[in-house]
């Protein structure tokens, strides 16, 4: 769900030509479930290859990673560990969706209502282990590092982003600046459009920089507050936030006590969660310290076999593909050598 920030948090856009040379820490969990919800038939089906499987999220990580390669990126995708335990009524409610939208979904076909078939689909989108380990082996293949977080992946990009490992995390959701990620990037598509799931339909957008220092200085807030402003509004971990309480409300009330439990009009609410608990996965959330990862070379061999022989993609497109990620080294190696000198 991710914490809804949108509404106060302030932001600047950006050119990706701007990110020339920026290493990028990925929310991959939240990148792969966009491209499975996103890359689908006209009635709402995965693309799959010839045994069935489905490939929609290996054609989003392939083709978008390629092309913010080429706009001289250097990514890094963090994957999700263990949740807390206080996730658990938010993964729960997930599921439920999930499977209501999948029974919707059928109805919808045995309808003849393709809007609606599509709609639900994108809804009961899920990430499986088996989709999970085949992006890691895509990845390895095109020589991009991953990291498996501890817990929260957006807590593991949040802390290598502050240690200095990267420039800033990548994301559609806010949490990473929750976890105290001093930079994060949304709307890292190329084409200047994004599609919003279930809904069908396509807007248009541009990449957003949020900078945690001149958002906590505009908003009249520190770290801690942020995260009790957050809690206010519902993260995963209370995912029903407080009844009327909106964003511009959970400014004013952060505003003016200062600290969560001292809301006067809230007090019995707040009593009734674990709010330290929060607190706690928020400012000194589990992940690994010091984590360096190394950016290989692409094996194209490995890409071709695995995307073209594995899994049924277009050889002339990978072909293709291969050679423009084969150039974005090439540069690479030649920039570094006049570096060099």
Known sequence: MGVDLGEI??????????LSGWKLAVDAYNTLYQFLAIIRGASGEHLKDSRGRVTSH????????LNLLELGMKLVYIFDGKPPELKATEI????????????????????????AARKYAEASTTLRRDMVAEAKLLLDAMGLPWVDAPSEGEAQAAVMAAEGTVNGVASQDHDSLIFGAPVLIRNITISGRRKLPSKGIFINVQPERIVLSNALRELGLNREQLVDLAILLGTDFNPDGFQGVGPVRALKFIRQYKRLEEIP????????????SIRNIFLEPPAQKGVKPQWGRVNREKVISFLVDEHSFSLERVEAAMKRLVEVESTRSESLEKWLG
């Open 92 to 115: 729960e409610r997930r599921s439920n969706q999930r499977r209501e939208a999948q029974v919707q979904y059928v109805r919808a076909i045995q309808a003849g209502d393709i809007p």
């Open 9 to 18: 948090i302030p932001r600047e856009k950006v050119e990706l030509e701007q």
């Open 265 to 276: 009009e809230l007090k019995e609410a707040i009593s009734a969660i674990d709010y330290n």
């Open 58 to 65: 290996l054609s989003g990580l392939f083709y978008r990673s």
